[in-house]
């Protein structure tokens, strides 16, 4: 049996892959960083990934 350890943050536009043990949990998804758990409501950049994916823009 395969156990996963790491998934894709959930916000829609992140690229970061984050592990279940260091992810934060909102509505019960995983994300990498508050920014992304709080959908970037004051237009934060991801703190993870913010030169790759800039998932705040």
Do not use: F
Not at 28 to 38: I, L, Q, T, V
Not at 50 to 57: E, I, K, L, N, Y
């Amino acid at each position: 049996m395969t156990t996963v350890s790491q998934v894709k943050c959930a916000c829609g536009s992140c690229l970061c892959v984050v592990s279940i043990e260091d992810a934060i949990i909102k509505d019960g998804k995983p994300y990498c960083c508050e920014a992304c758990a709080n959908s970037h409501q004051s237009g934060e950049v991801c703190t993870q990934c913010q030169s790759v994916c800039g998932c705040a823009s």
